[in-house]
Nanobody, 118 residues
Framework: QVQLVESGGGLVQAGGSLRLSCAAS????????MGWYRQAPGKQRELVATIFSGGSTNYADSVKGRFTISRDHAKNTVYLEMNSLKPEDTAVYYC????????????WGQGTQVTVSS
């Protein structure tokens, strides 16, 4: 079993910053990918950023240059530093951990609300 616990969401004014954290615990294969997704009201969940255990990263075009994903292997924690926030960044942000051992294992956090006021 794997558990993901997110923290760091909240209310911020446009142009402000927030840092999200997601701590993973349980049986985690060392080769994995962790990431952040978000879902705004009435919209589908979308990828924000991912980071592989080897360090390579991937970002949605809408957040490139503003958001930075990083991870601490020792703590099994992934972070999302969000700067220059915009009202359109308002969403519930979900942490994800995935790895493949004979089959794909896919885990989600409970979600944390990020609200950016104009």
């Amino acid at each position: 079993q794997v558990q993901l616990v997110e923290s760091g969401g909240g209310l911020v004014q446009a142009g402000g910053s927030l840092r999200l954290s997601c701590a993973a615990s349980g049986s985690i294969f060392s080769s994995n990918v962790m990431g952040w997704y978000r879902q705004a009201p009435g919209k589908q969940r979308e990828l924000v950023a991912t980071i592989f255990s080897g360090g390579s990263t991937n970002y949605a075009d809408s957040v490139k240059g503003r958001f930075t994903i990083s991870r601490d292997h020792a703590k099994n924690t992934v972070y999302l530093e969000m700067n220059s926030l915009k009202p359109e960044d308002t969403a519930v942000y979900y942490c994800n951990l995935a790895f493949f051992v004979l089959k794909k294992y896919d885990y989600w956090g409970q979600g944390t609300q990020v609200t950016v006021s104009s």
